[in-house]
């Protein structure tokens, strides 16, 4: 058994859309990043690397290569799950929590773990999403922003 941790964090941007777990949200601003910007599958990417024994997102999938720019993460994701799959790795179960003041993110929780679940080829049960606040302390409390962590278990 193998156990890995990710985390991920992205300030808030203008004209951007803003996508968690693979899943566009209603929301005026975007995450400022190289990529996507989507805080949670880079946080369950890290977990799962880590857990491979494989050097991190940034090292992978280098943040200066024009390769990456604007990408949609979950293809980050799927090419994780390729690796994992060489490797002979299973992902058991990784529990997930975003941070964020805001928005309000409880309708999109479900549609985000069926989107990590499809694009890794797992079961959705594997997955599991949970959002929180810091009850306005910090960059995420007073809205620069969001962060997210991710913890996995891979066995072989």
Do not use: W
């Not at 985390?7 to 929301?27: P, Q, S, T």
């Not at 857990?51 to 090419?79: H, Q, T, V």
């Amino acid at each position: 058994m193998r156990i890995g941790h990710g985390y991920d964090a992205h300030r808030f941007c203008e004209d951007k859309k803003l996508v968690i777990g693979g899943v566009e949200i209603e929301y005026e601003l975007g995450l400022l990043a190289h990529s996507d910007g989507d805080v949670l599958v880079h946080a369950l990417i890290d977990s799962l690397l880590g857990a491979a024994g494989e050097r991190d997102i940034g090292f992978k999938f280098p943040d200066n290569s024009n390769e990456y720019k604007n990408i949609d993460s979950c293809i980050l994701l799927k090419r994780t799950a390729e690796i994992l799959k060489e490797k002979n790795l299973k992902i058991e179960y990784a529990d997930m929590t975003i941070v964020a003041q805001k928005p309000k993110l409880s309708q999109y929780i479900e549609p985000m773990r069926k989107r990590m679940a499809s694009v890794l080829g797992i079961s959705a049960d594997r997955l599991n999403v949970k959002a929180t606040t810091e009850e306005k302390m910090g960059f995420t409390g007073r809205g620069e922003g969001i962060a997210a962590h991710s913890v996995c278990i891979l066995t072989e």
